[in-house]
């Protein structure tokens, strides 16, 4: 992984079905939902996982927003300069 981003399919789905839930997550998160309707509709009701699975979804959705917000915000620190 060269420049510490990762890229997600914009349409993570295989026969109508997501693939994954972090994929599900960031397609979420692309879309525009903030993290606590992802936590609420995504990773809470989410029963098979373990509460451990949970946390590591959520730490995921917080991650995957910071990333996408620090290009962002350095595009804009750069613009104050």
């Known amino acids: 992984m060269r420049g510490g981003s ?4 914009k349409t993570p789905r295989e026969g109508g079905q997501m693939l994954d839930p972090q994929l599900k997550i960031a397609a979420r998160l692309d879309a ?21 699975d ?16 620090a290009p962002a915000q350095a595009h804009e620190a750069a613009m104050v300069r």
């Open 6 to 9: 990762v890229r997600f399919p």
């Open 54 to 69: 949970r946390a590591a979804l959520w730490l995921f959705a917080w991650s995957y927003l910071e990333n996408r917000r």
């Open 32 to 52: 525009g939902a903030d993290l606590r309707t992802v936590e609420a509709e995504l990773i809470e009701p989410a029963d098979e996982l373990s509460d451990d």
